[in-house]
Antibody, heavy 114, light 111 residues
């Protein structure tokens, strides 16, 4: 059974870097060159695609976030990571990771506030 | 800036059929946009229903089907149940810039 679990600080100060990890179980991240995605959702609003990373390391990012986003894969730990720099209150959201087979994590709430 | 448009809200009667659509500001949606559809219930993570236009996951009920209709991606629900009341989001791929865009979502009421 494939499971994804997002984790990271629930509170980040403005201008700092948001760092999240997605731990995958039930399937090996390095099992093929597929893409894994990050998505976010502000409270009461719709979904926003942040970007995707292939297990080979190739990435594609949302053009509106591209200058601030970095994604990486740690195959040895079966984990994905997301970093978003220079955060503001507008980055407050529930952050999700998703697998190529369509599985999603439960999401983690990140609040940007001083 | 690319915009993906969905109906803000729709209502369907129990047992009825409803079609949700997904339009792109760039023009007609084709299979090259690899339309995906997601269902989200209050307080839950989204769940993938349809990928690549019309492919169901193993967990997707057969009453949900995806298609292309009049230049848009479409999700048809046949035989609506109360548990289908949820927000539905489409997702389109833009190959020229290699990025995906979500629609704004449709709030489906079964009443």
């Amino acid at each position: 059974q494939v499971q994804l679990q997002e984790s990271g600080p629930g509170l980040v100060k403005p201008s700092q870097t948001l760092s999240l990890t997605c731990t995958v179980s039930g399937v090996s991240i390095s099992g093929g060159d597929y893409y894994w995605s990050w998505i976010r959702q502000p409270a009461g609003k719709g979904l926003e695609w942040i970007g995707q990373i292939y297990t080979s390391g190739s990435t594609n990012y949302n053009p509106s976030l591209k200058s601030r986003v970095t994604m990486s894969v740690d195959a040895s730990k079966n984990q994905l990571s997301l970093k978003l720099s220079s955060v503001t209150a507008a980055d407050t959201a529930v952050y999700y990771c998703a697998s190529p087979e369509g599985y999603w994590g439960q999401g983690t709430l990140v609040t940007v506030s001083s | 800036q690319t915009v993906v448009t969905q109906e803000p809200s729709l209502t369907v009667s129990p047992g009825g059929t409803v079609t949700l659509t997904c339009a792109s500001s760039t023009g007609a949606v084709t299979s090259d946009y690899y339309p995906n559809w997601f269902q989200q219930k209050p307080g839950q993570a989204p769940r993938s229903l349809i990928y690549s236009t019309n492919n169901r996951h193993s967990w997707t009920p057969a009453r949900f089907s995806g298609s292309l209709l009049g230049g848009k991606a479409a999700l048809t629900l046949s035989g609506a149940r109360p548990e289908d009341e949820a927000d539905y989001y489409c997702l389109l791929y833009y190959g020229s810039t290699q990025h995906w865009v979500f629609g704004g979502g449709t709030k489906l009421t079964v009443l």
